[in-house]
């Protein structure tokens, strides 16, 4: 691999709803109780949107923090990639963000879409700007608002997900600083089965049923069904390909596993994260976790707890950190950084 220049991550923030739902919260409207929450999954609470608040205004946020600890201007910003599954336009949120951050410079801004695992799929897209487009400063947002596609009165899947919004400013450097050291992206369509929020027809729509004039014409007006989620089978997938994923993401970078200073894993389940650390035999003092606290919030559960934990002191300059993304799709992949 050529590289012209190197990347490096500088500055994060983050962003939650005011709104939070505890385990005894769900128990009120679904057959469940924190007990049984957290014994399985890990979760106690998680930050549900409501009222004025929307997505946007939390990428907004997570994206000005994360500027202000680089110390970078947002007009110095040449692309801003908004990492999302759920964005409030069907066309993209990114633009809107760009505009909302005061960008006025007009820098590119698009939207990526790869569920959980999209965030990793930014930072890797930030590092190809950087290192082939001569890129300087990639603003990298991981945000969901999972809460508007779950069926509440599904235990199985209600009591797992949460909103959030995190966010990465990735700048460039000279090439003996780079802060990518290797990375792995996979997917497979197959195993979609497992996990989805697919296309329904609306059934207002086949009450009203055709003109006559064309079969099935004008065409039904889609939405979108819950989540649907096969829970052992993506366990499965999870401890068997995030290992394998960030062991090939660390012999691409030339590290052995005892390089890593932390283990940062997409924070779906407590007993995933825990199986991959033990897989990777990674002590749990090496591990982030903030999962009791937000539950899943798909895209923004990396950048969330990264920001908590530098935050916190807990990750300092110079620390290398295995991060995995893992979810819909399916897709899962990894990247080996170092913190500033």
């Not at 050291?181 to 697919?198: E, I, P, V």
């Given at each position: 691999m050529l590289v012209s220049q190197g990347c490096k991550l500088v500055g994060c923030g983050s962003a939650v709803p005011t ?152 700048q460039a450097c000279d090439s003996e600083e780079d802060g990518l050291f290797g990375f792995d992206l996979n997917s497979d ?109 798909s895209a923004a559960s990396i950048p969330l707890a990264l920001d908590e934990a530098v935050r916190s002191g807990k990750v ?25």
């Amino acid at each position: 691999m050529l590289v012209s220049q190197g990347c490096k991550l500088v500055g994060c923030g983050s962003a939650v709803p005011t709104l939070k739902v505890s385990n005894d919260d769900l128990a009120k409207i679904v057959d469940t109780s924190d007990e049984w929450i957290s014994v399985r999954t890990g979760i106690r609470n998680r930050r549900v949107l409501s009222g004025k608040e929307s997505l946007t205004t939390l990428a907004v946020e997570a994206g000005r923090k994360a500027l202000q600890m680089a110390q970078v201007d947002p007009d110095d910003v040449d692309l801003v990639l908004m990492c999302t599954s759920t964005p409030e336009d069907l066309f993209g949120s990114a633009p809107q963000i760009q505009k909302a951050l005061g960008c006025k410079s007009n820098p590119l801004a698009y939207d990526i879409t790869a569920a959980c695992s999209g965030f990793v799929l930014g930072l890797v897209s930030a590092a190809c700007h950087i290192r082939g487009a001569g890129f300087q400063n990639v603003l990298v947002i991981g945000a969901d608002a999972l809460s508007q596609y779950v069926d509440w009165t599904d235990r199985g899947t209600c009591i797992l997900f949460g909103d959030a919004a995190g966010a990465v400013l990735v700048q460039a450097c000279d090439s003996e600083e780079d802060g990518l050291f290797g990375f792995d992206l996979n997917s497979d369509g197959d195993g979609q089965r497992h996990l989805n929020a697919t296309i329904k027809e609306n059934e207002m729509d086949n009450a009203l049923g055709s003109n006559g004039s064309v079969l099935d014409f004008p065409p039904k007006r889609p939405s979108y069904s819950c989540i649907k989620m096969n829970g052992k089978e993506v366990f499965r997938f999870a401890v068997r390909s995030v290992p394998q994923s960030i062991e090939s993401a660390l012999e691409k970078a030339g590290l052995p596993g005892s390089s890593i200073d932390w283990l940062l894993l997409h924070q779906a389940n407590q007993r995933i994260i825990d199986a991959v650390a033990t897989r990777l035999e990674v002590p749990p003092e090496r591990v982030i976790s903030n999962l009791a606290n937000y539950g899943n919030t798909s895209a923004a559960s990396i950048p969330l707890a990264l920001d908590e934990a530098v935050r916190s002191g807990k990750v300092k300059a110079g620390h290398t950190i295995a991060a995995a993304g893992f979810g819909a799709g399916l897709t899962w992949g990894s990247a080996i950084v170092r913190w500033r």
